[in-house]
Each structure stands twice: as C-alpha cells, then as structure tokens.
C-alpha cells in the first residue's frame, strides 16, 4: 500500500496562473480531505469530500479555490488566479470512515503534502 | 467553535531529559482526541487516538493521557531522533474533520 500520494510534490506558479493539486488516496479509502499550511502555522482544514460529493467545504475560501473527488480518478484541489498568500504546503489525508467509529476507522493518513509557491 | 491549545511552542531537551507537552481542547462533544508528528517537509504522522477522560496510550518512548479539558504526551529520554513538531486534534461529534493545533517544535540535544 502506498498511502496517500500527492502531485506535484513542488509547484512553482506566477501569479494569476493556475494551480492543480492532486491527491490519490489509501487503497480502500473514500474520504478525502484537505489541508493547507501556511510557513509557521498549524493546519487549517479546507474542504471534506467524498466520492463524487462535497460533505464540508466550510474551512475553502469562497473565490478561487474548488475541489473534487470523481467517481474515477484522483481528488484534486484546483486554485485559480494565486496570488502570493496562496503559497502554502497543502495536504490531503484520507480516511476509512464507518458510522459505528472504532480505534482506526476514523484516523486520518495523510500524504507528504504538495508545496506551491508564487512568484 | 472547536479550540485547540497547545504549549509550549517550542520546547528544548537534552536527550534523556523527560518532559511533557500539552494540549487544552474546547469542544461540543469530543469524539476522539488525536496525536500526530510531523518531520520538516513532511506530512503529519499518526501516533495516538484517545477516546475518553482516563485513557491512556503508550508506544516506545511516548505515553498520551487524556482528561476532559486536556491531554499530554509525555516523552520519556528522549533521543535526537524525537525532534519533531507534535500536533494535537480534536474531532468533535457532529463532525468528521480533524481541528488542529498549533504545534509543540521538539528539540532534543544530543
């Protein structure tokens, strides 16, 4: 098992270009979330999805950023016009989720993260 | 709205110097308490859940205790080899997601 993967691991973009985050999770797992990191600060939680929905997107600012998990594929995290405070680590973690919890159901895995910077 | 606290913000050991970390918590409901580490430039790694107020958990030189305000990772001789950002969580009942925070910056010294 090769746990989380995440591509690119280095983005290096201009501002105003595109960013597009890719984030394939554990075998077995359908729940993907991401994570953003800015340098010297804790995680803050972006977007909570599931095969082909979006449960919470609560912590996903409101312009520029969008998500998704297809039915195939990986989840990707895509972010339009960055700007400088855009550069960030970002990560994505990946669950085996069940209504009755229990002692690993509900650990997050997460991936080696994704840093992007704009110049 | 769910808070984590942890201190210190950095904390520095000498190897064998045993200590302790701390992270205060507010929540509605608390659904699992979670304790991870995290190497520069690398993603968090899980280390412990803790589910209610008693419980305890041990692996190698790491031992985390849970009560209803507050959890603790205590590190006993600690080796070069801990150094790591430790991070505490919190999932509350009504959620899924994990609340972060801040981080304790573990230095041990040979």
Redesign the interface.
């Known amino acids: 098992n090769a746990g989380v993967m995440q591509n690119p691991r280095h983005l290096v973009r201009r501002r105003g270009q595109e960013a597009r985050l890719r984030c394939s999770p554990m075998k077995g797992h359908s729940h993907v979330y991401w994570y953003r990191q800015l340098p010297e600060e804790g995680l803050k939680f972006m977007v909570y999805l599931q095969k082909e929905n979006i449960i919470d997107e609560s912590g996903m600012p409101k312009e520029r950023f969008s998500a998704e998990f297809p039915k195939e594929g990986p989840s990707i995290l895509r972010i339009q016009q960055v700007v400088r405070g855009d550069s960030a680590a970002y990560f994505c973690a990946s669950s085996l989720y069940t209504s009755s919890g229990g002692s690993g159901a509900n650990v997050l895995t997460f991936g080696a993260g994704s840093r992007l910077t704009v110049l | 709205e769910d808070q984590v606290t942890q201190s210190p913000e950095a904390l520095r050991l000498q190897e064998g110097e045993s200590s302790s970390l701390n992270c205060s918590y507010t929540v509605s409901g608390l659904?699992?308490l979670?304790w991870?580490r995290q190497d520069p430039g690398?993603?968090?790694?899980?280390l412990f859940?803790l589910y209610s107020a008693g419980e305890e958990k041990e692996k190698e030189r790491l031992k985390a205790t849970l009560t209803k305000k507050e959890s603790f990772l205590h590190i006993t001789a600690p080796k070069p080899e801990d150094s790591a950002t430790y991070?505490c969580?919190v999932?509350e009942t009504s959620?899924?997601?994990?609340?972060?925070?801040?981080?304790t910056q573990l230095t041990v010294n040979p």
């Open positions: 659904r699992g979670f991870y690398k993603g968090p790694e899980f859940t991070l969580a999932r959620g899924s997601r994990l609340t972060f925070g801040e981080g």
